[in-house]
């Protein structure tokens, strides 16, 4: 049985939510409180919460609801606000929630190894250790998940930044082109390539 935790000052939105998975999902048990021997945290609208639980318990999986945000360097997922109940419960009952990277984990590609929470990455080539922005990590992360496609710059845009109204296509190509002069030095590998108006990880 999965024992799934979530944490919600709405509890409407926490009574609902628990009796929808338990109704739909006979092998899962539902708490309210925190718990580490839970599976997975369902965290809604609480970074702060967020940050606390991912302090605490490294092995568990990390969900946010958010409506203010798409991406996250702690969480493994973010689920948008508002989202589709019937696509969630899918999702948990086929066991498809989680994406390509966990936030734990290591993503690799060419020489490099990417360490989202440490916000770092690591060439072999040259032995060396680039520290990075939270925006270059989302950056990296979003490419990898989107690897089978070009990404354009308003995806990017929508999905790191939000469309936030004091961002513009010129600040994604200044963030990528400072990225790139920091992780390719001294002969590193190309690590982002334009291509057909956007952008992929060279993977």
């Not at 409407?12 to 599976?39: P, R, W």
């Amino acid at each position: 049985m999965k024992k799934i935790c979530i944490l919600s000052s709405n509890q409407t939105f926490l009574d609902d939510l628990s009796q929808q998975l338990i109704k739909n999902n006979e092998d899962i048990e539902v708490v309210s409180s925190i718990d580490n021997e839970c599976d997975v945290f369902f965290i809604d609208e609480d970074e702060s919460l967020l940050k606390n639980i991912f302090a605490q318990n490294k092995s568990a999986s990390l969900v946010l609801f958010s409506q203010k945000i798409h991406v996250s360097d702690i969480a493994d997922v973010v689920i948008k606000k508002p989202f589709s109940l019937a696509s969630f419960l899918t999702d948990i009952k086929n066991q498809n929630l989680l994406p390509k990277v966990r936030r734990k984990e290591c993503i690799s590609f060419q020489e490099y190894s990417l360490y989202p929470v440490k916000k770092e990455i690591y060439s072999s080539r040259n032995n060396q250790t680039v520290k990075l922005t939270e925006k270059e990590v989302l950056i990296l992360k979003y490419l990898y998940n989107n690897s089978q496609k070009n990404v354009s710059k308003d995806e990017l845009l929508e999905n790191v930044w939000e469309y936030n109204t004091d961002v513009t296509t010129h600040t994604v190509e200044t963030h990528i082109y400072r990225l790139r002069q920091k992780v390719e030095k001294d002969n590193g590998s190309q690590i982002i390539i334009t291509e057909n108006s956007g952008y992929r990880l060279n993977i």
